[in-house]
């Protein structure tokens, strides 16, 4: 059974702070990997996608890696503002197109 | 482009009342899911359907029941609600390309069982 672990569970920076969010699986045979954002009270908007045959992704300040080896991925975030402040999700698909995720990281990023 | 739509947005049910969610996408995906999510619990699969016509149960179906209408409509029974069922419920759909699948979410149905 695939289980996708998130750490930290919560995290809170001053803004202007790079910060890095992991996410790691418990069997790599992953379709691809995708990062969610969540506000409260909202729905899930997609940040990245990384595909099984890729190392990472990037678009604007957030960097998505992948090792599908090592069952590890990581969001890197630069210089982070009161904006992103967020709960991120990270979710694996794989066998059956299905889609396993992890419990979240809830970000705070003060001014 | 509206995605994927839910409705409603909010319901509060007495125990013991059931009542349907209703998820639509216009993305022509052949995949969809129904997931809750809990406090600190990431979100859980209650049910999803690979294609028109097929179910299948997922990490936490007890207490739940699924249609798959059409492509475009999954829908999401409780037919004996319990306080336990409390929760947010999402719908999400996917296609698989052959290189890649995305999923896409609905904004979520907040429960609350009485």
């Known amino acids: 059974k695939q289980e996708v672990t998130q750490i930290p569970a919560a995290l809170s920076v001053p803004e202007g702070e790079n910060l890095v969010l992991n996410c790691s699986f418990t069997?790599?045979?992953?379709?691809?990997l995708q990062w969610f954002r969540q506000d409260p009270g909202k729905g899930l908007t997609s940040l990245l996608l990384?595909?099984?045959?890729?190392r990472e992704q990037t678009s604007g300040r957030l960097n998505a890696s992948l090792d599908k080896s090592s069952g590890r991925s990581t969001l890197y975030i630069a210089a982070s503002q009161p904006g992103d402040s967020a709960t991120y999700l990270c979710?694996?698909?794989?066998?059956?197109?299905?889609?396993?995720f992890g419990g979240g990281t809830r970000l705070m990023v003060k001014p | 482009n509206a995605g994927v739509t839910q409705t409603p947005k909010f319901q509060v049910l007495k125990t013991g009342q059931s009542m349907t969610l209703q998820c639509a996408q216009d993305?022509?995906?052949?995949?969809m899911y129904w997931y809750r999510q809990d406090p600190g619990m990431g979100l859980r699969l209650i049910y999803y359907?690979?294609?028109?016509?097929?179910?299948d149960k997922g990490e936490v179906p007890n207490g739940y029941n699924v249609s798959r209408l059409n492509k475009r409509e999954f829908s999401l029974r409780l037919e004996s609600a319990a306080p336990s069922q409390t929760s947010v419920y999402f719908c999400?759909?996917?296609?698989?390309?052959?290189?890649?699948?995305?999923?896409?979410f609905g904004q979520g149905t907040r429960l609350t069982v009485v």
């Open positions: 999400a759909s996917s296609e698989w390309t052959g290189m890649n699948t995305e999923a896409f």
């Open positions: 069997d790599s045979a992953i379709y691809n």
């Open positions: 990384i595909q099984s045959s890729q």
């Open positions: 979710a694996v698909t794989h066998a059956g197109n299905m889609l396993t």
């Open positions: 993305m022509n995906h052949n995949s």
């Open positions: 359907s690979a294609s028109e016509g097929t179910t």
